[in-house]
């Protein structure tokens, strides 16, 4: 279920656009799922976005980041170079994408796993226009 007011966009989103798969539940988290190799070391990113429901913008800062004790194999970026394990969206988030991305990756010391709660959490506040 989506949230009411905002949402995370996934299936290649373009910046400005109004595009992708909605994957942001009521509680304000999405989950984002990756298959990896760990004996292969993979990684494997994505674009995502964010963006508010006709009507709605934020008056603030967006903070996005990942919620569980396993994200150390998680990454955000604002440029889809300089990675680390939260982002802030400083500009106003309308009803177009603001784009971002997210990596995961594995290595040849883990054990096959699906792990499945790793979850993406926005945080920001939201005022009708």
């Not at 995502?48 to 006709?54: F, G, K, T």
């Not at 934020?58 to 996005?64: C, E, L, M, P, Q």
Request: glycine letters at 4%; proline letters at 2%.
């Amino acid at each position: 279920m989506a949230n009411i007011y905002l949402n995370v966009y996934r299936g290649n989103p373009t910046a400005s656009g109004t595009d992708g798969t909605a994957i942001s539940t009521g509680d304000n988290t999405a989950p984002l799922t990756f298959t990896l190799d760990a004996t292969q070391n993979e990684v494997a990113s994505d674009t995502l976005a964010v963006r508010c429901e006709q009507g709605y913008q934020t008056y603030s800062d967006t903070a996005i980041f990942f919620t569980s004790d396993t994200s150390n194999h998680w990454a955000l970026s604002l440029d889809g170079s300089n990675w680390s394990s939260s982002i802030t969206i400083a500009s106003t988030i309308s009803t177009v994408n603001s784009t971002f991305y997210v990596r995961a990756d594995s290595n040849s010391s883990e054990s096959p796993q699906n792990d499945s709660t790793v979850k993406l959490r926005v945080e920001t506040k939201i005022s009708a226009v």
